[in-house]
């Protein structure tokens, strides 16, 4: 096995190694380290690496192998965490220049709890300043690129772990999704990510878009998605509004798919989509039928929700955090940031308490959709990666785009909660990767994990490697 090949195993192929003692935490930490210095300066994906603690980490995993007859979940498993999430000691810059030297003294649930379970920390990766965007580029380091086409964004807000885990720098990194945030980047880089049901993953502290703001894992595999969700999962008294759950989502992907109701929907009924992407999606959401599935092109009579709904609330969140002062901020902050802050300055207390309204309307007649299906299948992005360092791409099949409404596949789910995925089913002819959105009913993660891993099986995805090539974007 070559040192490529053992960056590129999986959570639990390593973990399976370590127990049998063919390689080591040590071993394998050295290797990842390695590989960051070789590949971090041109893809951009960590902001702050930490390989002393990673190593330390590496070392308590290995005596625990040695001496524990059960070592943590975790034990030796290498893992970095978004740089909107605090980490105590460990430098988290928000990706902004407002934050850029802060060092929390405390760790957020979700970093804990991967510690606990043995997990060996990495460093901090790249987002968009406090995650504004769907491209990670910022003031602090820039814009991280796509492993797959240096030059093309690895998307956003959690574009650098998407980069690092797709490059083989770490099997596991987490991500936060208030429009697509975890969706957008998956499909970006060819990878797999998982937006849970809203709550299940405990935030602290709060994001800016606390309703619309869903924490959740990004692999290379299913199975190690469910192997975070597994530590990552449950309420915490810090996130009031937080979930028990006491669901064994790694073993919850044996369960057969057969008989399920699947909806297809190429466009929502409005969203823009490139002809290219939505054929290669139509024949991944298709194959569900080889899977027992029964699958109808479908999708309930709902306008696009982005102007009365998602950027009410979006512009006037982050109105909220620096309006009062944003003339003492505004040449430190993003300057598209600074026209989203403008935007919501606009927005009457009135018309934000409609858009919250209207919310719910939007979550309940979802709701009454999905009685009658079990899964939606649709694009989970309309494109392929754009240049990096664009707020959004220029146009989809031939229409403008705004800053985040070009997101109209993913935004749905952040609005009414409900748990969707993106897995990667194929590449354009830009080379390119394309994935395809599953979406659960409210709180159904497990056949949104189950589906995800059938389709995995039927289409594996794992063994393929991006380029890593700097040629022309």
């Known amino acids: 096995m070559t040192e490529t090949d053992l960056c590129y195993l999986s959570a639990l192929q390593l973990r399976d190694l370590y127990q049998k003692g063919e390689v080591s935490p040590v071993e394998v930490t050295e290797a990842v380290l390695r590989r960051m ?22 070392h308590a995993a290995e005596q625990a192998y040695q001496t524990d007859q059960s070592p943590p979940p975790l034990a030796g498993i290498p ?52 995650g504004w965007k769907g491209d990670s580029t910022n003031r602090v380091i820039g814009s991280t690129h796509n492993p797959w086409k240096h030059g093309r964004t690895a998307g956003g807000s959690s574009g650098g772990g998407t980069a690092a885990v797709a490059a083989g720098m770490g099997p596991l990194t987490q991500g936060s999704d208030g429009a697509g945030s975890i969706r957008i980047p998956c499909g970006f880089c060819g990878l797999y990510g998982i937006k849970p049901s809203w709550g299940l993953i405990p935030q602290y502290p709060p994001s800016a878009v606390e309703l619309f703001s869903h924490l959740g894992p990004m692999t290379r595999t299913v199975a190690d998605s469910a192997l975070m969700m597994n530590i990552m999962a449950g309420d915490d008294p810090r996130d009031r509004l937080s979930l028990p759950t006491e669901t064994d989502y790694l073993a919850a992907l044996k369960g057969d798919i057969g008989g399920l109701r699947v909806a297809w929907s190429p466009d929502l009924g409005y969203a823009l989509v490139e002809p290219e992407v939505r054929e290669i999606v139509e024949k991944a959401a298709l194959r569900f039928e080889e899977l027992g599935c029964r699958v109808d092109e479908t ?29 003492a901020v505004r040449d430190r902050l993003d300057p598209g940031l600074v026209r989203v802050i403008e935007m919501g300055l606009q927005l009457s207390g009135a018309e934000v308490a409609i858009a919250y309204a209207r919310r719910n309307d939007y979550y309940h007649a979802w709701r009454q959709f999905m009685e009658r299906y079990d899964l939606l299948l649709t694009p989970t992005l309309p494109v392929t990666a754009f240049r990096a360092g664009d707020d959004h791409p220029s146009e989809i099949d031939g229409e403008a785009t705004s800053y985040i409404g070009w997101t109209a596949f993913t935004y749905p789910f952040n609005i009414t909660g409900q748990p969707a995925a993106t897995v990667p089913c194929g590449f354009a002819s830009d080379g390119l990767p394309v994935g395809l ?14 589906a ?8 594996p995805w794992a063994d393929k490697r991006p380029p890593l090539s700097y040629g022309e974007s």
């Open 437 to 450: 959105q599953i979406v659960g009913r409210w709180r159904d993660d497990v056949t949104v994990l189950r």
């Open 37 to 58: 210095d070789e590949l971090n300066p041109t893809l951009n994906a960590f902001i702050t690496t930490t390989p002393e603690l990673a190593l330390k980490g590496a």
């Open 79 to 130: 893992f970095s965490i978004k740089d909107l999430v605090p980490t105590a000691g460990v430098r988290t810059t928000r990706g902004s220049l407002l934050y850029e030297e802060w060092v929390p003294d405390y760790d957020a649930p979700i970093v804990e709890r991967l510690y606990e379970a043995g997990g060996v920390m990495l460093g901090k990766t790249n987002t968009p300043e406090l």
């Open 452 to 459: 995800s891993a059938a389709f995995e099986t039927l289409a």
């Open 299 to 327: 999708q309930p009579d709902l306008d696009d929700p982005w102007d009365s709904i998602v950027h009410v609330i979006w512009s006037s969140a982050f109105a909220g955090l620096y309006g009062s002062d944003l003339d």
